[in-house]
């Protein structure tokens, strides 16, 4: 089980574009508040669409803010290949206090009141119940804009593996790379590059699965390596990248790509394991499955 933090480090990449994000939860807003008129609104000598028009006016806003100033003043911290749920929760929030705080002032301006610290906190209660819905609708809008983009570029990865893979059993034999890598401070381990399936880091340690040379099932050996080292050391041998942030993986053993909402997975010839490619790694891989 995942804790907090590996939860919030996990990436999630966000698909809909700016204006939607900015015009969709508005447009959401004005109708529940015109319609349901929640919070008493239908007692206010105000109309309850104009209540609405505001509110909903006050919540574009805060979003144009969010998405598209916010981004354009520090583009590296919302990059799209380092977004991850703990930063989406912290966009999510610093967005609805923003809301908050621009709903407290203005129902401090139309019931002719001063701003105070109760009225901010009811401001923003009603902010938190009214944005359920759209938060929600937006979370599965935007998995499913993942999976299709995943699915997609999965495709075209299994398709450009089959183009440029041989079979196996039609490919002549060629002198193979020695993958060597050292162990704590005095062992180094070897191992021909072409037996070597993938790196798995864990902790301190990296899990090296390999075929055995008589075939069978992979095996696995645990080197006393960091996974900064191991992608160092396997620098030798062209086909082993790095395609995750935990992983490394022979391209030549890869015989089919899946996709699905977290990114892609590598099916690996001989091994039921799947290895996962982070975002931030897919370029490089699809690169290197077309040379």
């Known amino acids: 089980m995942n804790t907090p933090l590996q ?9 809909i574009r700016p204006w939607k994000a900015i015009v969709v939860p508005a447009a959401i807003i004005f109708l529940i508040l ?14 309850a669409w104009s209540v609405a ?30 977004w991850t749920i703990g930063k989406e929760t912290l966009h999510l929030s610093a967005m609805f206090l923003l809301i908050a705080f621009g709903v407290c002032l203005w129902v401090a301006w139309l019931a002719d009141i001063r701003p105070s610290v109760r009225l901010f906190f009811i401001a923003l209660l ?36 089959s183009a ?9 034999p060629q002198p193979q790379a020695t993958l060597a890598l ?12 072409h037996r070597f399936l ?24 645990l080197v006393r390596i960091t996974m900064k080292q191991a992608e160092e050391n396997a620098a030798a041998c062209p ?14 053993k890869v015989v089919k790509v899946d996709g699905n909402q977290q990114g892609y997975r590598l099916h690996l010839e001989g091994c039921k394991d799947e290895v996962p490619v982070s975002r931030a790694y897919a370029k490089k891989l699809r690169e290197k499955l077309k040379e």
């Open 182 to 193: 050292p162990n704590g401070t005095k062992d180094v381990v070897q191992l021909p590059a």
């Open 34 to 47: 015109g319609l349901l008129q929640p919070f008493g609104i239908g007692h206010l000598e105000t109309s």
């Open 53 to 82: 028009a505001v509110s909903a006016l006050i919540a574009a806003g805060a979003s144009t803010v969010s998405h598209l100033l916010l981004p354009a003043l520090f583009p590296a911290w919302y990059d799209e290949r380092r």
């Open 198 to 221: 993938y790196a798995e880091a864990e902790g301190n340690y990296v899990k090296l699965h390999s075929l055995p040379e008589a075939g069978g099932s992979p095996t696995m050996q």
């Open 7 to 15: 939860l919030f480090r996990t990436p999630y990449p966000s698909m």
């Open 126 to 161: 009603w902010v938190l119940v009214l944005s359920i819905f759209p938060t929600v609708l937006f979370m599965l809008w935007n998995q499913n804009l993942l999976l299709k983009r995943n699915l997609r570029e999965a495709r075209e990865l299994d398709n450009t593996l």
């Open 164 to 172: 440029h893979h041989k079979p196996a059993q039609a490919e002549t």
């Open 239 to 252: 086909a082993i990248i790095r395609c995750h942030r935990a992983f490394l993986v022979n391209l030549e």
